[in-house]
Structures are given as C-alpha cells and as structure tokens.
T-cell receptor, first 114, second 112 residues
C-alpha cells in the first residue's frame, strides 16, 4: 500500500537544541498531519497542514513547534527550543483528501530530549 | 474497552480463539477507524465503519458500530500469532475537525 517515510528513525538531542523531523508523504496526497505518542499512551493529534497552511492544531502544538513543506519536498516538524517533555514518538500521516479519508502513517521518529 | 485517560489495556489469548475489543467515544463521529500498530511501526488502518453501517467485515475482522451508545467493537475470528499488535479505535472528532482522536489502545497477544 501507500507508504509514508520518516527521517530520522531516532534522534537524541540536548534540551534547548533545535530538531527537525522529516516526513516524505504519499506522493499524490494533499493533507499532512503530525501526531505525538508517549510510550504506553494514546496517540495525540498535533497539527494538520494543507495547501501550505496549518488548518488545525491542538493544545499540544506549542509555540516552539512549526511545520512547513517547502516546494513539495519533505513535510517537516521543527521544535525550537526542545524541552524534556518533547520526548516521544512523532508520527507523520498523509491523506488524499480529508473528511473520513484514510490517513496513512509513517513508522515514526523516536525523539529523546536529554 | 478503551478511551480517554485509560492506560493501554492488555489481552492475551491462544491461537485459534476469537477475541473482541471494545471502544467507546465521547463526541459524535461519522466514522470509526480501527488501526493496528505493530511494535516499532506506525498505525495501519485495518477496517473503517461509517455511521450508516452497523457492521462491517473484512476477512477475519468484524467491526460493529452503535451510534446511540457511541461504541464500536472489533472482533477477530480464529486469531493467529501474527495478529499480535496494539489495536486502536479512532474517530473524527467534532464536525469539521481534521484530526483523528485515538483511544488508548488494546495490546493483543496471541500465543501459539
């Protein structure tokens, strides 16, 4: 089936540093999402993105977070500066359309902030 | 069953048994998605049931949806070891929302 790729698979950084998580969505998809999952807990929505804009974000999407997809390249999540509580697995997803359409998830980036 | 602030639940069964996992949701939704997540991987959609459907089947999977009680179930018939995974239900949330709202998940272990 359609595949979403995420780079890197793991990232360890010191608190206060900047990190960029990269997502390569399914090629013809138009809607992009980031979710956060802390070990053993449920996945939580962060943000979705369409046509170059953030369409919806949750309270977890702090001011230190930003997303972009310059010129159809990677869809990125940037955290600057990072905090200890940002340690989690971040999943990217994409869908062709919204409104009940299937979201395809990547394998996740495991972020550890020390 | 799974939802809200509950911790990840665990079920352990023998190969060949049937199993049902339940999910209740808090807000109106037009569709319930069931995902499975294998260790170290992202969630993958396995079955989707819409509000105008009471039951949906796909191979050994059967999903039900009761909009009046805001609950859904996922059954697996004759479970196999490869069915071992975490199973999540997810809803669309409020009308016009773009996000998926996931339940806390059920860790299913199928033993040989």
């Amino acid at each position: 089936g359609p595949k979403v790729l995420q780079i890197p698979s793991h990232q360890i950084i010191d608190m206060g540093q900047m990190v960029t998580l990269n997502c390569d969505p399914v090629s013809n998809h138009l809607y992009f999402y980031w979710y956060k999952q802390i070990l053993g807990q449920q996945m939580e929505f962060l943000v979705n993105f369409y046509n170059g804009k953030v369409m919806e974000k949750s309270k977890l999407f702090k001011d230190q977070f930003s997303v972009e997809r310059p010129d159809g390249s990677y869809f990125t999540l940037k955290i600057q500066p990072t905090a200890l509580e940002d340690s989690a697995v971040y999943f990217c997803a994409s869908s062709l359309e919204t409104d009940q359409d299937t979201q395809y998830f990547g394998p996740g980036t495991r972020l550890l902030v020390l | 069953s799974q939802w809200g602030e509950e911790n990840l639940q665990a079920l352990s069964i023998q190969e060949g048994e049937d199993v049902t996992m339940n999910c209740s949701y808090k807000t109106y939704t037009t569709v319930v998605h069931w995902y499975r997540q294998d260790s170290g991987r992202g969630p993958a959609l396995i079955i989707l049931i819409r509000s105008n459907e009471r039951e949906k089947r796909s191979g050994r999977l059967r999903a039900t949806l009761d909009t009046s009680s805001q609950s859904s179930s996922l059954s697996i018939t004759a479970a196999q070891c490869e069915d071992t995974a975490v199973y999540f239900c997810a809803t669309d949330g409020a009308s016009g929302s773009w996000q998926l709202i996931f339940g806390s998940g059920t860790q299913l272990t199928v033993m040989p």
